[in-house]
């Protein structure tokens, strides 16, 4: 009797294979992982996020409050620098589900960072805030300018800008210590979200108490999904 044909061995997730032993090797064995679906399930999120994000914005509930300052709002200077740092979010929120080794953990930071997101939307629609009117010719900075045309100081509080960078930093960690990057990475993804947060006071598009709230939103839902994706690993 011949012996039964050898079975051919499935490929398995990157987490199933030996690791290299460079930590750049890693990473970018953990970029090569289910590519596709990463790029296209980032873009079609954002790209959902802001339609309701626009909808409410320009539809608000009833005339939005304007959110007082603090000191710290005179503290920190209007900054032309900050935009390019501003814009920087939509790349740093894309890291952690690059990163991604297995498709349980990229579905479930999916999940979890779509809950955040639907619970400040709910807020922006129950309680429309916007932040104050500042006296500046926005067309002495262009770039400035396209902000201000296109997303407006309305859905001021919390700071969906600050919750997403802090929710993406928590979970950068624990991606960056998964792959054992060296620790300046890990300091390099904390200056990152403290840059992104500062932005967002030196662009005028929030004042110092929508940073705060969005800090406190976005350390509670990376708390909750990091102690829940640790139930299920």
Avoid at 49 to 75: C, H, K, S
Wanted: hydrophobic letters at 50%.
């Amino acid at each position: 009797m011949n012996p039964p044909p050898e079975r051919r061995a499935e490929p398995s997730p990157p987490e199933h294979r030996a690791e290299p032993a460079s930590w750049w090797a890693r990473v970018w064995q953990r970029i090569s992982y289910l590519t596709v679906l990463k790029a296209v399930g980032t873009s079609v999120f954002m790209y959902l996020f802001f339609r309701g994000y626009f909808a409410l914005l320009q539809n608000p509930r009833q005339t939005p409050l304007v959110m007082p300052e603090i000191w710290l709002d005179r503290w920190v200077a209007f900054s032309p620098s900050a935009y390019p740092v501003y814009l920087s979010l939509w790349v740093y929120v894309s890291l952690p589900p690059a990163l991604m080794g297995n498709f349980r953990a990229l579905a479930w930071f999916g999940v979890w960072v779509g809950a955040m997101c639907v619970f400040c939307l709910g807020i922006f629609w129950w309680w429309p805030t916007q932040t104050p009117p500042h006296i500046i010719d926005w067309s002495l900075y262009p770039g400035m300018a396209l902000i201000k045309g296109v997303d407006a100081g309305g859905n001021a509080c919390p700071s969906l800008h600050v919750a997403s960078a802090v929710f993406s930093a928590c979970w950068m960690h624990r991606v960056l210590r998964q792959l054992r990057t060296p620790v300046w990475g890990l300091w390099l993804s904390a200056l990152q979200c403290v840059a992104i947060a500062w932005s967002t006071m030196a662009t005028l598009q929030h004042v110092a108490l929508d940073v705060f709230s969005g800090a406190v939103v976005g350390l509670a839902f990376a708390a909750a999904s990091l102690r829940h994706i640790r139930r299920t690993d």
